[in-house]
């Protein structure tokens, strides 16, 4: 009798850890079940150890107010649900959160504000998740394996706007990704406003990529200065990308006077590197990009110049510069534009992030950051990482979510055959592409890139961002050792029910509630590489 008394308990006891996690998305690195249960109404107060954490109470109330209809109370003095902010021990376990689930009391630990928001959000999703608002006792113990957890939106070839934007920084922040990269300007359309040089959204915002006579889309310097509100409450950075010298075309279209001009299939594509009032007009650019962007890092792009540059080989101007600075070709004429405007940002004490292209030119590696993204350029990710260049990890293949993610889908891109499922960016690790122990801490972390040429409403944007934005966050969070991708499926399936109730347009891997694929005016075939 007492030998089968050990084993039910052992079987309960091995039942409640084969458990998945209560579906918490990303995982954490360690969820120990208790006993009992911890019952969310409105009886419920919270409060905490250090006014800081108000703000994030508040958050954490609206949430459940919004979500599940639960007003539970702030409160000083003993609470149901404590947030305790704990002296910082060691520098490196930042974002690391505790969460200690009881039947009489939840208390969240943390040495910083944002790993308290965390352990919020982990009790948002089992709030969510739960049957009768009970949260399971438990035990976690969390931290992300990576600091950089990041999603670019390009809003140049489609417009979006204030809206959907917040919609996909309250969903970043329900997975715990914490840098929104925006992708502002290029070659259908410049989208920030800049007051010193207002023709750059009245006449370079006209358009997207599928119809070039658009009435002016863009966000004025006050939506922006509303939605890094947003974000900031959120612990999420909002990181511009103001690209050159390509991908230059909207803007020039303003303010034809900077172009240095194009190719055929390119026209108009680059600033003028040969001339001196273009490092100013660029300069004062970014002098209001940065005070708009508190984040202290700005993205100049620096991708594909050689696209669009056939007319520096005859602008005279630039064959001036070429002599005066003797510079050999036109990758270097490339390399001495974007050391001056790199340091322009130093100047105004940024650093900035280039994409790999540049892990060519020679950057002070203290103040710049690279973007591996070309995967058929293994060497590049090598040569970034070898100059001590800290990097992010975006590669095409997986993480550029324009490319379909299933066989049967249509629209969107592939590299060949190849395309980028939700297992296959679930899968994607990290830590693999260090070779050394000098390489470890320059990999930040990963980010998804979504370039829009295909994609021209909202439905489509959730189609290719739900459900990949969850695998991205458990990829971005989850050492390779602990992440199973069954498991994570199974807890999918619960966020699955939680977009539809958003009204999101999300893909059904399972393909059991399965939204089709809706087709796209496409100018290029399937196919296309760049
Ligand atoms: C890029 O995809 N051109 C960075």
């Not at 949430?63 to 003993?78: A, H, N, R, V, W």
């Not at 704990?86 to 504000?113: F, G, H, L, T």
């Not at 359309?189 to 207002?198: F, S």
Request: glycine letters at 6%; hydrophobic letters at 40%.
């Amino acid at each position: 009798m007492r030998f089968i008394y050990i084993l039910s308990i052992l079987f309960v006891y091995g039942f409640a850890h084969a458990q998945p996690p209560a579906a918490i998305i990303p995982m954490p690195v360690s969820f120990v079940a208790g006993k009992g249960f911890f019952t969310l109404d409105n009886k419920v107060t919270i409060g905490y150890n250090n006014a800081q954490l108000k703000t994030a109470a508040y958050y954490f109330q609206h949430e459940l107010l919004s979500q599940k209809g639960i007003t539970i109370q702030q409160k000083e003095g003993p609470a149901n649900i404590l947030l305790v902010l704990k002296p910082a021990k060691k520098k490196n376990d930042s974002n690391a959160y505790q969460v200690s689930i009881k039947p009489d009391q939840v208390i969240i630990s943390a040495n910083d504000r944002q790993g308290i928001f965390y352990g919020m959000i982990s009790m948002l999703q089992l709030a969510l998740a739960s049957k009768n608002n009970q949260l399971p006792a438990a035990e976690i113990s969390d931290a992300p394996a990576y600091g950089w957890r990041g999603f670019m939106l390009d809003e140049s070839r489609h417009f979006f706007g204030k809206e959907k934007v917040k919609s996909i920084l309250n969903w970043m922040a329900f997975y715990k990704l914490n840098v929104f990269h925006w992708h502002l300007t290029d070659e259908p359309a410049w989208r920030l406003e800049i007051k010193k040089y207002p023709n750059l959204t009245l006449i370079g915002g006209i358009g997207d990529y599928l119809n070039p006579d658009l009435p002016a889309q863009f966000y004025t310097q006050a939506d922006i200065k509303e939605i890094i509100a947003y974000a900031a409450e959120r612990y999420i950075q909002v990181i511009p990308e103001i690209d050159m010298p390509g991908h230059a075309t909207a803007a020039n279209k303003a303010y034809p006077e900077y172009s240095g001009g194009g190719s055929a299939g390119h026209p108009e594509f680059t600033f003028n590197p040969g001339l001196e009032k273009t490092y100013t007009y660029l300069t004062n650019i970014l002098k209001e990009t940065n005070v708009l962007f508190p984040a202290g890092i700005i993205h100049l792009g620096g991708d594909e110049v050689s696209f669009g540059n056939e007319k520096w080989n005859t602008n005279a101007d630039i064959l001036k510069l070429r002599q005066r600075e003797n510079l050999k070709d036109n990758a270097a004429v490339e390399h001495y534009f974007i050391k001056r405007m790199a340091d322009s940002l130093y100047q105004l004490h940024s650093k900035v992030i280039f994409w790999d292209e540049m892990a060519d030119a020679d950057l002070p590696k203290d103040k710049t950051l690279m973007f591996w993204w070309r995967q058929e350029k293994p060497e590049q990710l090598r040569t970034a990482l070898s100059k001590g260049y800290s990097t992010v990890l975006c590669p095409r293949l997986p993480l550029y979510f324009d490319f379909v993610q299933d066989s049967t889908h249509q629209y969107g891109r592939k590299w060949n055959k190849l395309y980028n499922p939700i297992e296959q960016v679930y899968s994607f690790d990290a830590a693999s592409y260090a070779k050394n122990a000098q390489e470890e801490p320059l990999i930040l972390g990963i980010q998804a890139n979504l370039w829009t040429e295909t994609v021209d409403n909202d439905r489509r944007l959730d189609f290719l961002l739900f459900p990949r934005i969850a695998a991205l966050a458990e990829a971005a969070w989850l050492p390779q050792k602990r992440k199973d991708f069954k498991t994570f499926s199974v807890n999918l399936t619960g966020h699955l029910a939680l977009y539809s109730k958003a009204g999101l347009y999300y893909y059904d891997p399972s393909k059991t509630l399965l939204h089709p694929e809706i087709p796209v005016k496409r100018k290029k075939p399937l196919n296309y590489k760049d």
